[in-house]
């Protein structure tokens, strides 16, 4: 009887909650089986708000022109830019500029000169400002955790964290940058030859950089003022007209500027490690870039290569457990790789400090992505009714990061190596032959890769790739940017329809390039590092080649 009465109440308890609950959440005749067909559709019982901080700027520019006897000209320039991107206290920045001209052509002591047309001596100095950052950086803010249990009384208990891993910074400022000027504008030669020399020295103070910090402080990264950049370079810049008949004439013009960028200051210390983050943190070695005071950005720092082990460098091969017995001496560096068993084939890293294993610390600087110099000439030549055209540019002297070579060569690997050039696995380090046999043997490997000149593609095995001199090539190049050809018709033909000018053309873009990089294109940037990419150039992560396009056209004047 008690259990009967016991099971009565529960009943009865179970029956009142589940009538409470219909009739709070649905119609109180919802029958159960209707409850559960539409157990998956209803409303959320929360609502979230979002607040846009906003991104507002204000600016006020002034400036003052002066000139005296067309010989002497200044300017002067006032800016100030204010940004809610700083705190209070930080948010103005005052940005002054001036220049001053000297048209020495107007002078009394250039009256005999008679090949000079026009010489104009310039100097200017200037600020700019940056701001180019994320917003709120400067403040705490918080967020309301997601995915919270109701708690008593149906009311939600979400609980308020911060709402970014980076730790607000209320010091940050605005970014500046110098920049110094002394050129020379010049004509000569009735006007045949033009140009303009520059000389410049620009600084940038107080770089905005995203730095990390130590996670024990509950954040990963904080923004920063850090450091000082500066670049010092000349530049050169050429028209001439070389030709200049009745029937036909030639015109070119040519630049070149050379250009070094340096690190005058960092945050209180003497070098820093940059990542360029382009493989996550699939890298063995995550820090492939490094920053010195007084050298240049752009240093790529990693492991030299010394290409793979050759035969010569192992005394025998135990078939009991399937392994090879390195000769004393030799440097082993496949437990650092951890990939397959060490073995002819295997790539082979340069042992720096000595110690007869390979570590992080056996890496050094293997590259530079600053070019040394860079420029770009072209021709314009008119003959008659035809008339061609073909402009050129370069850069030498900098490296490039391909991470290609190391993630088609190791970190994403297939069955036949390289998927980017299918022929260089006529070059690998193989250990199958063309029967589809295992070769063990010392001498039999040594026949099978006698061409062989790259290592195998599984030298790394499930172990994560490192950074290698044989990632890091030559990115100098010639391109000629475009080419064109035209005719116009002549006047003669075309003025009965009323026409002053007929002219058909052909058009290349992109039309050549002559280089030694193995990549899609040396003219490249491109990684996954968003924060201080500028601190880490030069890496070419599955960028987009540039493509080559052709056009014909009718230029028509009525």
Do not use: C
Request: proline share 3%; glycine share 8%.
């Amino acid at each position: 009887k008690e259990l009967k009465k016991q099971k009565k109440e529960e009943q009865k308890t179970n029956k009142g909650f589940s009538e409470f609950n219909r009739a709070k959440y649905f119609a109180i005749n919802v029958t159960p089986e209707k409850l559960f067909s539409n157990m998956t559709l209803g409303t959320q019982d929360r609502h979230t708000t979002t607040v846009y901080s906003g991104d507002k700027i204000a600016s006020f520019f002034g400036q003052i022109n002066y000139q005296y006897d067309s010989r002497f000209l200044l300017t002067l320039t006032a800016r100030a830019d204010g940004s809610t991107k700083f705190a209070p206290g930080h948010q103005w920045g005052f940005f002054p500029a001036a220049a001053f001209g000297w048209r020495m052509s107007n002078e009394k002591f250039m009256e005999q000169v008679a090949f000079v047309n026009d010489l104009k001596l310039r100097v200017s100095y200037g600020q700019a400002g940056n701001n180019r950052i994320s917003n709120d950086l400067w403040r705490v803010l918080f967020a309301p955790t997601d995915n919270r249990p109701i708690g008593f009384g149906d009311v939600a208990q979400p609980y308020y964290g911060y709402a970014s891993s980076v730790l607000p910074n209320p010091d940050i400022k605005w970014e500046t940058t110098i920049t110094r000027n002394t050129g020379l504008d010049f004509t000569l030669f009735k006007n045949r030859l033009s140009g303009t020399l520059d000389v410049y020295w620009n600084t940038t103070k107080d770089l905005l950089v995203e730095s990390d910090i130590p996670q024990i402080t509950g954040f990963t990264k904080q923004q920063l003022n850090i450091g000082q950049t500066s670049n010092r370079g000349v530049e050169l810049s050429l028209n001439g007209t070389i030709i200049n008949k009745t029937d036909f004439q030639l015109t070119g013009f040519f630049n070149v500027g050379f250009n070094t960028a340096k690190i005058d200051k960092l945050d209180g210390v003497l070098q820093k490690a940059f990542s360029s983050s382009w493989a996550g943190t699939d890298l063995k070695t995550q820090d492939d870039y490094r920053v010195y005071v007084g050298k240049t950005i752009g240093l790529m720092y990693g492991y030299v290569a010394d290409g793979f082990y050759s035969v010569d460098d192992f005394s025998s091969y135990n078939p009991t457990n399937s392994s090879y017995v390195l000769k004393p001496g030799v440097t082993n560096v496949g437990s650092f790789l951890g990939g397959i068993s060490l073995r002819p084939g295997v790539t082979k890293l340069k042992d720096l400090d000595n110690d007869g294993v390979i570590t992080a610390a056996d890496r050094q600087v293997i590259g530079s992505a600053l070019p040394k110099s860079t420029g770009g000439f072209g021709f314009t030549a008119n003959y008659k009714g035809f008339d061609f055209s073909a402009f050129f540019n370069w850069v030498q002297g900098n490296d490039i990061y391909n991470t290609g070579k190391i993630a088609f060569n190791m970190l994403y690997r297939t069955t036949y190596g390289n998927m980017l050039a299918t022929s260089d696995y006529a070059h690998r380090f193989k250990y199958i032959d063309a029967n589809g046999n295992l070769v063990v043997d010392l001498e039999e490997l040594r026949k099978l890769n006698a061409n062989a000149t790259i290592a195998s593609p599984f030298s790394s095995g499930t172990a994560a790739p490192v950074f290698s001199s044989d990632a890091v090539e030559d990115g100098s190049f010639l391109r000629l940017n475009n080419v064109s050809v035209g005719y116009s018709l002549p006047k003669k033909w075309i003025s009965r329809l009323s026409m002053t000018r007929f002219r058909i053309y052909a058009t290349v873009y992109n039309a050549f390039l002559w280089t030694k990089y193995t990549g899609y294109d040396p003219e490249v940037s491109a990684t996954r590092n968003s924060s201080y990419s500028q601190l880490t150039p030069g890496v070419d992560y599955s960028a987009y080649p540039k493509s080559r396009s052709y056009t014909v056209g009718v230029n028509v004047i009525f």
